[in-house]
């Protein structure tokens, strides 16, 4: 139980020093963050916080909790310009 509960503190992502874990260079001249991408994604999420899950916070809006409508159009947009794909790029920016 006790070996469990270290590991648990010790790979848990919310864990400080999990985070700011540092890996050095054999020769000792470089240093960088072990986990930086988790890191950038830990400090993604808690910047952007406030705007996660606006749709559960103001069911009254009646808010989408998807992009796929917006996605489903771009994807119609890029069917009919790949139909127009022999026209050279300049003809087709112009249309």
Same mark, same amino acid.
């Given at each position: 139980?006790?070996? %469990? &509960?270290? !590991?648990? =503190?010790?790979?848990? *992502?919310?864990?400080?020093? *999990? =985070?700011?874990?540092i890996s050095f260079h054999?020769? $000792?001249?470089?240093?960088? /963050? !072990?986990?930086? &991408?988790?890191?950038? +994604? /830990?400090?993604?999420?808690?910047?952007?916080?406030? /705007?996660?899950?606006?749709? #559960?916070q103001n069911r009254e809006?009646? !808010?989408?909790?998807?992009?796929?409508?917006? #996605?489903?159009?771009? $994807? @119609?947009?890029?069917?009919?310009? &790949?139909?127009? +794909? $022999?026209?050279?790029? @300049? !003809? %087709? =920016?112009n249309n």
């Amino acid at each position: 139980m006790l070996k %469990n &509960r270290f !590991t648990l =503190l010790r790979h848990s *992502y919310f864990n400080p020093l *999990y =985070l700011n874990e540092i890996s050095f260079h054999e020769d $000792g001249t470089q240093k960088w /963050y !072990t986990h930086k &991408r988790l890191r950038s +994604a /830990y400090s993604s999420l808690k910047c952007n916080l406030t /705007y996660l899950f606006i749709f #559960e916070q103001n069911r009254e809006l009646d !808010t989408p909790n998807t992009t796929n409508i917006p #996605e489903g159009r771009f $994807g @119609e947009l890029k069917t009919q310009k &790949r139909c127009h +794909a $022999g026209v050279s790029n @300049e !003809t %087709n =920016l112009n249309n």
